[in-house]
């Protein structure tokens, strides 16, 4: 197993059809193929060696998964920067992953001179753009122009493939180290159960660093489907893209749901070549799901569940648990099942298998198992326990395998002595008309040591009322869970790249 | 990856849901893997040791897969036996595996005594099959109700799990060692392409000895659909299996369909529920795929190429290429293309690739590709060559990398200093009316050094007129390729266990 052995499989089926679409630009499998090989050959003019750490900071783009590829190509390991990184952030994970080789994009160009001062480990940096390279940066078409295409040096199976920085929602970014059989396996396990063929189009619409569309990445170009990008994600852009290349397939973050639904409210597009959406990072709700359905009419939903030290595939919920059953709606909160290739279990702080029902860690142990995190041999031994990733999450599983997630371990709330699971806390508050979103965290409080708070954004027309709210709250789940202080918001809550609620953020305001 | 993750999996998603249907018996995936469990604690208690070799002589039936997982749950290596095998063949695959347990059902239960004397390394024989055991042997179902289910041995990745004894049409039998590793890898090949999901029923038509078979036994396992098992493939016990269960997905050689349809002829039976439909072995022609569309109304037809030292997966000509095209049905003529996660090309005699559309040896790279062969190591090294099977077979690959196969290399017929592919050959005869199958083989002659020389079965009606079809064959191959020499037979040509046609035997008569 190698990253690019769809590359070599693509441009021996189907030279000739279109491989990557960047607004009018149209790129072939051959040429793509060709231009890879050509600024591997770059690379190893200037000097890379297998096991360079090669990082990238750019919005989506074309020449992102040209980068990528030839990354791979030349035997060096991917980096990519998450565009959202404070300066710090950068010079951090940049210097902890020694990276040689850096590629930025127009945007990011004003870091070139800052980063360099910064990070004396750097020696080539590359523009990754059109046009001329700012002084102190090789220009990435002067040297797929001037190097001839060299052979594919086929690093493979276990070696290292990429270092991904988590950023997470709490701590200190750690690089996840994941090897070419780490990222493959996990495409393998997507492909064992959705519908993907060479006729997919797909759509770059979640950012190009994070693993999740790096699987993506890798999948579409293994099946020689097509790679519609555009550089982030906007309702407009998203719409565009699919209407005017007739997108098969999709990969969001539920808050991407409301904002296409806000914005379809005035504008009409025909979604309808849409065949499949995988969504992820977050569950969905009943509410937020019919609007998915509206603006998707013939797509079937796929919920992933993962983290980017599995590479990251863990579990699917399949389209058919995303219609009412006997049960109601009630799979819509579970993650789904193991995906086949992936074993998982409940455990609890020995290891030792939890019963069904009960909550406890998720274990997770399959060939997308990290290899481990980058200059923290200890952190690795306390989250690989033999062969099984301890996730940080806390779920449980039900008699017919459904994991339901409770809670980031690390989120939990201790309040009273009682264990409270901020997400069973927001569905509570969310099933109410009045609220749009919400998220709960602990705050400090002298009597309970930790108390349940909630900070709530309401729907246009609905009233800021705490009581009522507790009051909802009160029927549904057990006192002690129930927010015992809410504030309200105006503005949308903060959230990371990946589209998950920056509970670090509003924690901020309480904790020194 | 471990073979018996599949069990793991269906259990913790379908603990009450069928796994295997045999006749009467119906068995949930609960029942099936706490009888995998007792029997491999059944095999520890017998002395197993992990490595040891298990060897399985038997027709199929659910208490076969029960075995296939035993052995793997207890860290053996499973060696299927071949159920078309002569005496001494038995005895040669025994004694060169080293096997130290052997299970056997009860149609080959006279074999226990004369192997037993033949093959000092035999330690313990077990009788698969219900009832009493014959005197030497352990009955299965008293060592299942025995012992108590033993923890998973969990040997995984590149060690050995399996070896499989290449008939082949030529040459001793090798024997073929495959890892976990290798088994999965060619499972999620394809799972990747194939519509399989947990609603699927397979149905066990071709041999479980056959690696074909086993890849399906393993992915039908993983992803929670039904096995519906017949002891072996007849058109009556088919047509039932699939009508009263439902089957969905089928693995078959092309002979069958013929036989199927033959039977049809004088039967009415509803086979609609078939969805998908594997063929390998040979290709198919477009009268007997027009048959085969007949029998299965609603099935996608997919063609596989592979071997067993490739766990088998290679090639799949996928269902929208059984369809006329611009081109007419030439691609039916093509054994498809590339699976995701194969590597293919086609080499000259130093591994050079071959410019496209010329002849030479496919080679193939995967993560299917074998250890080796067992007991074989310069074999080994002739046939892996840089991490790439040579899979002695010839073909050639077209512009949008469509393999077409002309012949096994060493079925080649040398004349007259020509060589001369039998299945373009074959393809010419069967193109006539009057023939209903045919062989070409070389034989020897004086001028030529090898003659080409035919065998053919009428269809009812039809005349014996060797010249008549050689003129035939004149019109569509060149001269030296025809038939110099027909005969006629009446009866069936002999089939391997496969379904290729026995060439070998057909040459006995022929070379000393």
């Known amino acids: 197993m190698y990253l690019t052995h769809g590359l070599h499989r693509s441009r021996q089926q189907r030279p000739d059809e279109a491989a990557t679409v960047f607004g009018d630009r149209r790129q072939t499998w051959r040429t793509l193929v060709d231009r890879v090989a050509r600024l591997a050959g770059g690379l190893v003019s200037l000097g890379i060696v297998p096991g360079d750490r090669v990082a990238i900071i750019a919005l989506n783009r074309d020449r992102y998964i040209e980068a990528f590829y030839a990354t791979a190509w030349a035997g060096g390991v991917i980096v990519p920067g998450n565009t959202r990184w404070a300066f710090a952030e950068h010079v951090y994970a940049l210097t902890d992953a020694g990276a040689r080789f850096l590629l930025v994009d127009a945007g990011f160009a004003s870091l070139i001179e800052p980063l360099r001062k910064a990070c004396p480990n750097l020696w080539v940096i590359i523009y990754l753009d059109d046009g001329e390279a700012p002084s102190g940066a090789f220009a990435v078409e002067d040297l797929i122009a001037s190097f001839t295409p060299i052979e594919d040096q ?23 180290m994941l090897s070419h059989r780490n990222m493959l396996s996990s495409c393998f396990y997507s492909l064992a159960s959705l519908r993907f063929s060479d006729r997919s189009v797909y759509l770059h619409a979640a950012p190009m660093f994070h693993v999740g569309d790096v699987g993506l990445t890798l999948t579409i170009t293994m099946i020689g489907g097509v790679h519609v990008v555009i550089p982030s994600f906007s309702p407009e852009a998203a719409v565009r893209a699919i209407v005017g290349e007739g997108v098969t397939d999709l990969l969001l973050v539920p808050t991407m749901f409301g904002m296409l639904h806000q914005y379809l409210l005035t504008q009409t597009a025909d979604l309808s070549a849409v065949k499949n959406v995988i969504y992820g990072a977050a569950p969905i709700t009943e509410t937020l799901l019919k609007k998915a359905m509206q603006i998707f009419p013939k797509a079937a939903f796929y919920q992933g569940y993962g983290q980017t030290e599995l ?97 980031r371990m690390k989120d939990m709330i201790v309040s009273g002595g009682e264990n409270v699971f901020s997400a069973e806390v927001e569905n509570a508050l969310s099933s109410h008309a009045d609220v749009l979103e919400c998220a709960v965290i602990g705050v400090p409080d002298d009597r309970w040591g930790e108390r349940v708070h909630a900070i709530v954004r309401l729907r246009r027309g609905g009233i800021g009322d705490a009581d009522k709210l507790i009051a909802h709250c009160r029927t549904l789940i057990a006192g002690y869970k129930v927010p015992r202080t809410i504030e309200f918001w105006d503005q949308p809550l903060p959230l990371s790249a990946a589209g998950k609620v920056l509970k670090r953020e509003l924690r901020k305001p309480y904790w020194p």
Not at 327 to 347: F, N, Q
Not at 350 to 367: F, I, L
């Open 311 to 407: 590479a990251p595939g863990a579990t699917l919920l399949m389209p058919e648990f995303h219609l009412p059953s006997a049960h109601g709606w009630s799979y819509l909160r579970s993650a789904g099942r193991a995906m086949v290739g992936v074993d998982i279990k409940i455990v609890d702080e020995t290891m030792g298998e939890r019963p069904r029902g009960e909550v406890g860690e998720v274990a997770v142990r399959s060939d997308g198992v990290m290899l481990g995190y980058w200059g923290k041999p200890e952190l690795t031994r306390q989250t690989i326990v033999g062969g099984w990733v301890r996730t940080g999450d806390a779920g449980y599983m039900d008699e017919a395998g459904f994991l339901f997630l409770v809670d």
């Open 154 to 176: 086929c690093s493979r199976d276990d070696s290292l493939a990429g270092i991904f920085y988590t950023g997470g929602t709490t701590g200190h970014p750690k690089g996840v």
